[in-house]
Protein backbone atom coordinates (compact mmCIF):
# COMPACT_ATOMS: atom_id res chain seq x y z
CA UNK A 1 0.00 0.00 0.00
CA UNK A 2 2.93 2.40 0.80
CA UNK A 3 4.58 1.71 -2.29
CA UNK A 4 1.11 2.45 -4.08
CA UNK A 5 0.80 5.91 -2.44
CA UNK A 6 4.00 6.78 -3.27
CA UNK A 7 3.03 6.78 -7.14
CA UNK A 8 3.07 10.43 -8.32
CA UNK A 9 0.10 9.87 -11.33
CA UNK A 10 -2.64 8.09 -8.57
CA UNK A 11 -5.73 9.91 -8.02
CA UNK A 12 -7.29 9.98 -5.13
CA UNK A 13 -10.57 8.67 -5.87
CA UNK A 14 -8.15 5.56 -6.81
CA UNK A 15 -6.81 5.37 -3.51
CA UNK A 16 -10.29 5.23 -1.62
CA UNK A 17 -11.08 2.38 -3.73
CA UNK A 18 -7.87 0.51 -3.39
CA UNK A 19 -8.23 0.80 0.77
CA UNK A 20 -11.51 -0.56 0.61
CA UNK A 21 -11.11 -3.18 -1.70
CA UNK A 22 -7.67 -4.08 0.40
CA UNK A 23 -9.42 -4.18 3.11
CA UNK A 24 -11.99 -6.25 2.02
CA UNK A 25 -9.76 -8.58 0.81
CA UNK A 26 -7.81 -8.55 3.84
CA UNK A 27 -9.58 -9.73 6.92
CA UNK A 28 -6.50 -7.99 9.47
CA UNK A 29 -7.18 -5.05 8.46
CA UNK A 30 -10.25 -3.61 10.04
CA UNK A 31 -9.56 0.18 9.14
CA UNK A 32 -7.06 1.79 6.80
CA UNK A 33 -6.62 5.38 6.35
CA UNK A 34 -4.07 8.10 4.92
CA UNK A 35 -3.37 11.66 6.31
CA UNK A 36 -1.83 14.41 5.33
CA UNK A 37 0.77 15.78 7.22
CA UNK A 38 -1.30 18.41 8.44
CA UNK A 39 -3.28 15.63 9.96
CA UNK A 40 -6.32 15.50 7.27
CA UNK A 41 -7.70 12.46 6.79
CA UNK A 42 -7.81 12.02 2.86
CA UNK A 43 -9.17 8.61 2.62
CA UNK A 44 -10.37 5.73 4.16
CA UNK A 45 -11.70 1.94 4.00
CA UNK A 46 -15.15 3.06 5.99
CA UNK A 47 -15.88 6.63 4.51
CA UNK A 48 -18.41 6.69 7.87
CA UNK A 49 -16.36 6.66 10.11
CA UNK A 50 -13.38 9.03 11.09
CA UNK A 51 -10.52 9.11 13.31
CA UNK A 52 -11.36 12.62 14.11
CA UNK A 53 -8.07 14.59 15.98
CA UNK A 54 -4.75 13.10 15.36
CA UNK A 55 -2.26 16.18 15.79
CA UNK A 56 -1.44 15.07 19.68
CA UNK A 57 -1.93 10.98 18.74
CA UNK A 58 1.19 9.12 19.38
CA UNK A 59 1.01 7.17 16.41
CA UNK A 60 0.63 10.37 13.69
CA UNK A 61 3.72 12.08 15.50
CA UNK A 62 5.72 9.29 15.35
CA UNK A 63 5.11 8.67 11.71
CA UNK A 64 5.31 12.35 10.10
CA UNK A 65 8.94 12.11 11.72
CA UNK A 66 9.78 9.11 9.54
CA UNK A 67 9.15 6.69 12.24
CA UNK A 68 7.03 3.68 12.12
CA UNK A 69 4.83 3.40 14.68
CA UNK A 70 3.05 0.13 16.41
CA UNK A 71 0.59 0.17 19.78
CA UNK A 72 0.46 -1.91 22.14
CA UNK A 73 -2.44 -4.38 22.39
CA UNK A 74 -6.21 -3.09 22.50
CA UNK A 75 -9.74 -4.76 22.86
CA UNK A 76 -12.11 -3.47 20.26
CA UNK A 77 -15.99 -2.60 20.99
CA UNK A 78 -16.86 -5.92 19.36
CA UNK A 79 -14.32 -7.92 21.63
CA UNK A 80 -11.09 -8.62 18.99
CA UNK A 81 -7.76 -7.83 19.88
CA UNK A 82 -6.49 -4.67 17.49
CA UNK A 83 -2.90 -3.10 17.47
CA UNK A 84 -2.67 0.47 15.31
CA UNK A 85 0.05 0.99 12.72
CA UNK A 86 1.42 3.98 11.36
CA UNK A 87 3.70 4.50 8.84
CA UNK A 88 5.06 7.35 6.60
CA UNK A 89 4.57 7.62 3.25
CA UNK A 90 7.65 9.34 1.24
CA UNK A 91 8.17 11.34 -1.61
CA UNK A 92 11.55 12.51 -2.83
CA UNK A 93 12.86 11.90 0.75
CA UNK A 94 10.21 13.73 3.16
CA UNK A 95 7.28 12.70 4.44
CA UNK A 96 4.16 13.63 2.46
CA UNK A 97 1.41 11.18 4.22
CA UNK A 98 0.87 9.03 6.99
CA UNK A 99 -0.55 5.60 6.59
CA UNK A 100 -2.88 4.37 9.13
CA UNK A 101 -4.23 0.90 9.59
CA UNK A 102 -5.94 -0.84 12.48
CA UNK A 103 -4.92 -4.45 12.81
CA UNK A 104 -7.10 -7.37 14.08
CA UNK A 105 -4.76 -9.77 15.64
CA UNK A 106 -6.49 -12.40 15.31
CA UNK A 107 -6.11 -13.25 11.50
CA UNK A 108 -2.58 -13.11 12.40
CA UNK A 109 -3.22 -15.52 15.30
CA UNK A 110 -5.07 -18.13 12.92
CA UNK A 111 -2.43 -18.09 10.50
CA UNK A 112 0.97 -18.50 12.82
CA UNK A 113 -1.22 -21.28 15.01
CA UNK A 114 -1.48 -23.19 11.79
CA UNK A 115 2.00 -23.19 11.52
CA UNK A 116 2.73 -23.70 15.17
CA UNK A 117 0.87 -27.28 14.50
CA UNK A 118 3.42 -28.44 12.52
CA UNK A 119 6.42 -27.42 14.28
CA UNK A 120 8.03 -28.71 17.34
CA UNK A 121 8.90 -25.32 18.49
CA UNK A 122 6.47 -21.81 18.69
CA UNK A 123 6.99 -19.18 16.24
CA UNK A 124 5.69 -15.72 17.44
CA UNK A 125 6.04 -12.55 15.98
CA UNK A 126 7.07 -9.33 17.82
CA UNK A 127 7.17 -5.65 16.51
CA UNK A 128 10.42 -3.93 15.87
CA UNK A 129 9.59 -1.68 19.27
CA UNK A 130 8.94 -4.61 21.56
CA UNK A 131 5.22 -5.27 21.32
CA UNK A 132 3.92 -8.93 21.15
CA UNK A 133 1.80 -9.47 18.51
CA UNK A 134 1.48 -13.57 18.28
CA UNK A 135 2.37 -16.32 20.40
CA UNK A 136 0.63 -19.73 21.29
CA UNK A 137 -0.40 -18.35 24.48
CA UNK A 138 -2.86 -15.74 24.12
CA UNK A 139 -2.50 -14.43 27.63
CA UNK A 140 1.26 -13.34 26.95
CA UNK A 141 -0.21 -10.63 23.91
CA UNK A 142 -2.89 -9.51 26.15
CA UNK A 143 -0.55 -8.11 28.99
CA UNK A 144 2.31 -6.42 26.67
CA UNK A 145 3.33 -4.61 29.71
CA UNK A 146 4.15 -7.59 31.96
CA UNK A 147 7.99 -8.12 32.73
CA UNK A 148 7.90 -11.39 31.58
CA UNK A 149 6.29 -10.60 28.31
CA UNK A 150 8.38 -7.62 27.35
CA UNK A 151 11.50 -9.88 28.07
CA UNK A 152 10.02 -12.19 25.24
CA UNK A 153 9.91 -9.66 23.16
CA UNK A 154 13.37 -8.72 23.93
CA UNK A 155 14.42 -11.92 23.54
CA UNK A 156 12.91 -11.94 19.67
CA UNK A 157 14.71 -8.79 18.75
CA UNK A 158 17.99 -9.74 20.13
CA UNK A 159 18.22 -12.75 18.48
CA UNK A 160 17.99 -11.11 14.92
CA UNK A 161 21.98 -11.48 14.74
CA UNK A 162 22.49 -15.03 16.13
CA UNK A 163 19.94 -17.37 18.41
CA UNK A 164 20.61 -16.62 21.88
CA UNK A 165 19.61 -19.14 24.93
CA UNK A 166 16.72 -17.53 26.90
CA UNK A 167 15.20 -18.01 30.45
CA UNK A 168 11.50 -16.88 31.74
CA UNK A 169 10.75 -16.77 35.38
CA UNK A 170 13.77 -18.56 36.15
CA UNK A 171 13.22 -22.04 35.10
CA UNK A 172 12.01 -22.00 31.49
CA UNK A 173 14.58 -22.42 29.24
CA UNK A 174 14.82 -22.03 25.25
CA UNK A 175 16.85 -20.99 22.25
CA UNK A 176 14.92 -17.95 20.23
CA UNK A 177 15.82 -17.12 16.67
CA UNK A 178 14.45 -14.14 14.75
CA UNK A 179 14.35 -12.41 11.66
CA UNK A 180 13.27 -9.20 10.26
CA UNK A 181 10.51 -9.13 8.23
CA UNK A 182 11.29 -7.38 5.16
CA UNK A 183 10.09 -3.83 4.72
CA UNK A 184 7.82 -4.13 7.95
CA UNK A 185 8.59 -3.23 11.24
CA UNK A 186 7.83 -6.98 12.73
CA UNK A 187 10.39 -9.95 13.67
CA UNK A 188 9.10 -13.35 13.14
CA UNK A 189 11.03 -15.38 15.72
CA UNK A 190 11.29 -19.03 16.51
CA UNK A 191 11.06 -20.42 20.22
CA UNK A 192 11.97 -23.95 20.82
CA UNK A 193 12.42 -25.57 24.71
CA UNK A 194 15.84 -26.48 25.80
CA UNK A 195 13.96 -29.57 27.45
CA UNK A 196 12.72 -30.63 24.51
CA UNK A 197 16.30 -30.31 22.61
CA UNK A 198 17.59 -32.17 25.48
CA UNK A 199 14.89 -35.11 25.00
CA UNK A 200 15.66 -35.58 21.62
CA UNK A 201 19.74 -35.26 22.17
CA UNK A 202 18.60 -38.07 25.01
CA UNK A 203 16.60 -40.34 22.43
CA UNK A 204 19.19 -39.97 19.94
CA UNK A 205 22.07 -41.73 22.28
CA UNK A 206 19.41 -44.38 23.04
CA UNK A 207 19.15 -45.37 19.61
CA UNK A 208 22.44 -44.90 19.00
CA UNK A 209 23.43 -47.66 21.77
CA UNK A 210 20.91 -49.79 20.79
CA UNK A 211 22.22 -50.06 17.49
CA UNK A 212 25.73 -50.18 18.61
CA UNK A 213 25.00 -53.18 20.85
CA UNK A 214 22.87 -54.69 18.62
CA UNK A 215 25.81 -54.54 15.92
CA UNK A 216 27.99 -56.18 18.43
CA UNK A 217 25.80 -58.91 19.88
CA UNK A 218 25.33 -59.78 15.95
CA UNK A 219 28.69 -59.82 15.38
CA UNK A 220 29.75 -62.03 18.22
CA UNK A 221 27.52 -64.64 16.84
CA UNK A 222 28.69 -64.13 13.21
CA UNK A 223 32.18 -64.45 13.91
CA UNK A 224 31.89 -67.52 16.94
CA UNK A 225 30.00 -69.26 14.30
CA UNK A 226 32.79 -68.81 11.43
CA UNK A 227 35.83 -69.63 14.38
CA UNK A 228 33.50 -72.58 14.94
CA UNK A 229 33.82 -73.67 11.11
CA UNK A 230 36.87 -72.87 10.58
CA UNK A 231 38.22 -74.03 14.17
CA UNK A 232 36.72 -76.95 14.88
CA UNK A 233 37.42 -79.38 12.31
CA UNK A 234 41.50 -78.26 12.10
CA UNK A 235 41.12 -79.35 16.17
CA UNK A 236 39.66 -82.73 15.66
CA UNK A 237 42.32 -83.48 12.60
CA UNK A 238 45.19 -81.91 14.93
CA UNK A 239 43.41 -84.05 18.29
CA UNK A 240 43.83 -87.57 15.64
CA UNK A 241 47.19 -86.86 14.14
CA UNK A 242 49.00 -88.29 17.06
CA UNK A 243 47.26 -91.70 16.80
CA UNK A 244 47.65 -92.38 13.04
CA UNK A 245 49.02 -95.65 12.41
CA UNK A 246 48.60 -96.87 15.72
CA UNK A 247 45.18 -96.85 16.63
CA UNK A 248 41.66 -97.15 14.18
CA UNK A 249 40.13 -93.64 14.42
CA UNK A 250 37.34 -92.22 12.06
CA UNK A 251 37.87 -88.92 10.60
CA UNK A 252 34.35 -87.02 10.25
CA UNK A 253 33.72 -87.93 6.82
CA UNK A 254 31.76 -84.27 6.28
CA UNK A 255 34.95 -82.15 6.41
CA UNK A 256 36.66 -84.35 3.72
CA UNK A 257 33.35 -83.47 1.69
CA UNK A 258 33.97 -79.51 1.82
CA UNK A 259 35.49 -77.89 -1.50
CA UNK A 260 38.13 -76.09 0.93
CA UNK A 261 41.45 -76.00 2.80
CA UNK A 262 39.46 -77.96 5.79
CA UNK A 263 38.26 -80.82 3.35
CA UNK A 264 41.97 -80.98 1.82
CA UNK A 265 43.77 -80.97 4.51
CA UNK A 266 40.96 -83.48 5.86
CA UNK A 267 41.44 -85.67 3.13
CA UNK A 268 44.62 -86.25 3.12
CA UNK A 269 44.37 -87.02 6.93
CA UNK A 270 42.07 -89.93 5.99
CA UNK A 271 44.46 -90.77 2.93
CA UNK A 272 47.03 -90.59 6.10
CA UNK A 273 45.24 -92.97 7.85
CA UNK A 274 44.47 -95.85 5.90
CA UNK A 275 48.16 -95.86 4.64
CA UNK A 276 49.06 -96.02 8.12
CA UNK A 277 46.40 -99.43 8.95
CA UNK A 278 47.93 -100.89 5.33
CA UNK A 279 51.58 -100.64 6.40
CA UNK A 280 50.80 -102.03 9.90
CA UNK A 281 48.64 -104.53 8.19
Known amino acids: LRDIFQASNIKQRDIESILIQFSLNNDAFKYISVLDINGQELVCSEPDKKLGEVLNKDFFNSAKDGKAYQSKVFISKEYYPFIIQALPVKKLG?????????????GIWHYIDNINLKTPGNFFIVSDNGILCSYRDKKFVMR????????????????KDEPIICNIAGDEHFI????????????????????RI???????????????????IIGIILISQVAKQISYPVLAIVRDLPYVGFKKIEPDKKFIKRKDEIGAVSYTHLRAHE???HLVC
Open 94 to 106: RVKFVLYAEINLQ
Open 144 to 159: NEDRVTRQLANYAIQA
Open 176 to 195: VVSEKLSDIPYYLAYQIDMK
Open 198 to 216: LQDIKTMYIFIAVVFFGVL
Open 275 to 277: TSL
